[in-house]
């Protein structure tokens, strides 16, 4: 079944403490983006990537990085959570970076930062 | 930066009715994306337009992207409870590889 998947689903942790988010796609897809929801104000883009090694930032990086070295894989990393970063994270797919093409998403990571 | 603006934010309406989301910025894009989200899950991809002044329509609803590319509607006749669910519109930059989602429209329809 094609599919976005992210690991864990749930997370509450504490400031400061390392945590990784996992996003894997098993659509040969190029393009993967990572989004955060909040009430009131959609989806916004973290990070995204047209390819393997290549990353660039979206609309709301500060905090966090990602890496992008198997084509199917796109992990979300926080070095230091802090408090307003808790908040619902998606992972998404399309196969080729443009527009028009459909994103996939995951099911989404729900983040607590305490 | 929230590039764009949905109206309204909620939406309660009884089975039957009609109703109109908009979505709007002040910048281009180079195509628009409607998805609906259900409690839980991602969201999933209703339609894409791409040129100005498109309209298409997927059963009872009607997209119609903006002639300058810069706002879009989504219209519903008829609504079932099946189309409870939260609506995001999504634009495309000009080299199409960032999207910029709008605020949300939180759409009940009651039985």
């Known amino acids: 079944e094609a599919q976005v998947t992210q690991n864990p689903r749930y997370l509450i942790t504490v400031t400061g403490k390392k945590l990784t988010v996992t996003c894997s796609q098993n659509?040969?897809?190029?393009?993967m983006s990572w989004y955060r929801q909040d009430p009131g104000l959609g989806l916004r883009q973290i990070y995204y990537?047209?390819?393997?090694?290549?990353?660039d930032k979206g609309d709301v990086p500060e905090g966090y990085k990602v890496s992008r070295k198997e084509k199917r894989n796109f992990p979300l990393i926080l070095e230091s959570p802090s408090p307003n970063q808790t908040s619902l994270y998606f992972c998404?797919?399309?196969?080729?970076?443009?527009?028009?093409?459909?994103?996939?998403f995951g099911p989404g990571t729900r983040l607590t930062v305490l | 930066t929230q590039l764009l603006e949905q109206s309204p934010q909620f939406l309660s309406i009884q089975e039957g009715e009609n109703l109109t989301v908009y979505c709007n910025s002040s910048?281009?894009?180079?195509?628009l994306q409607w998805y609906r989200q259900e409690p839980g899950e991602g969201p999933v991809l209703l339609v894409t337009?791409?040129?100005?002044?498109e309209v298409k329509k997927l059963k009872r609803l009607t997209f119609q992207f903006g002639d300058a590319r810069k706002d879009s509607s989504l219209h519903i006749t008829a609504a079932q409870t099946g189309d409870t669910g939260l609506y995001l519109c999504?634009?495309?930059?000009?080299?199409?590889?960032?999207?910029?989602f709008g605020t949300g429209t939180s759409l009940t329809v009651i039985p």
């Open positions: 990537s047209m390819n393997v090694e290549v990353t």
């Open positions: 999504a634009g495309a930059s000009r080299t199409g590889n960032q999207f910029y």
């Open positions: 337009v791409v040129t100005g002044g």
């Open positions: 910048s281009v894009f180079s195509s």
């Open positions: 998404a797919s399309s196969l080729s970076p443009t527009g028009d093409n459909e994103q996939f």
């Open positions: 659509m040969n897809h190029e393009y």
